[in-house]
């Protein structure tokens, strides 16, 4: 955004409420946003404004910027200090890097192929007899799994492409509306009801006894 033209109090006022209905899409570019922040505080001289104009120039930058106001306030006392806002934030250098690639979630798909899925704990002594007993060196990784993180592994793309599992549901058997002898089982008190239907005669429904 070109702001330059706003260069009173005033004026930055009336673009305020006179934008109060407009929704801004501010830039997706979080350097050119800075710049644009570290040119306001400098044109107004935030440092020696009063109390109720820098809460108006905040209120300018948080609409126009995108910016939170946790966000505004902090380039804002980064430009007090230095004269200018940077990102200081970055990713990290090394990145985090999984212990167990797809290689090893595929490897324990085949492994619960072979054994029809095991609780955790079952799976991991598998997995570590698999390195320890009979050194096979592709269960190097895996024979050190945490139980919790096997039932992660089990999520894994690499394992779901070689095995998923599908659960059939289960119907549950209902009684309602069958017809049954009693079984008192030698206990007096019970009784069997038979509703009997008359029929319908022209169109008129018939009596229905018990």
């Known amino acids: 955004m070109n702001d330059v033209q706003?260069?009173?109090?005033?004026?930055v006022r009336e673009?305020?409420?006179?934008?109060?209905?407009?929704?801004?899409?501010?830039l997706s570019d979080d350097a050119t946003r800075y710049r644009f922040v570290?040119?306001?505080?400098?044109?107004?001289?935030?440092?020696h404004l009063g109390r109720a104009d820098k809460g108006l120039l905040r209120h300018d930058?948080?609409?126009?910027?995108?910016?939170s106001r946790t966000q505004v306030a902090?380039?804002?006392?980064?430009?007090?200090?230095?004269?200018?806002?940077?990102?200081?934030y970055a990713p990290p250098k090394a990145g985090f890097t999984r212990r167990y690639t797809e290689a090893d979630a595929r490897l324990l798909a085949q492994v619960d192929g072979l054994h029809g899925t095991l609780s955790g704990p079952a799976t991991r002594v598998l997995l570590q007899r698999a390195y320890r007993v009979y050194a096979d060196a592709r269960f190097e990784?895996?024979?050190?799994?945490?139980?919790?993180?096997?039932?992660?592994?089990?999520?894994?793309?690499?394992?779901l492409s070689v095995r998923?599992?599908?659960t059939v549901t289960r119907p549950t058997p209902v009684t309602i509306g069958q017809r049954r002898r009693p079984e008192p089982a030698g206990r007096p008190g019970f009784i069997r009801v038979d509703s009997v239907h008359q029929g319908d005669q022209d169109g008129i429904k018939g009596l229905c006894a018990a």
């Open 15 to 26: 673009f305020l409420a006179g934008t109060a209905a407009l929704q801004f899409s501010p």
């Open 141 to 159: 990784r895996l024979a050190g799994i945490a139980v919790a993180h096997l039932y992660n592994l089990r999520r894994r793309a690499g394992y």
């Open 38 to 47: 570290a040119a306001v505080v400098a044109r107004f001289d935030y440092r």
């Open 6 to 11: 706003l260069t009173t109090l005033d004026q």
């Open 61 to 67: 930058l948080i609409r126009t910027t995108g910016y």
């Open 74 to 88: 902090r380039l804002i006392r980064q430009c007090r200090e230095t004269g200018r806002a940077v990102q200081r």
């Open 164 to 166: 998923r599992v599908w």
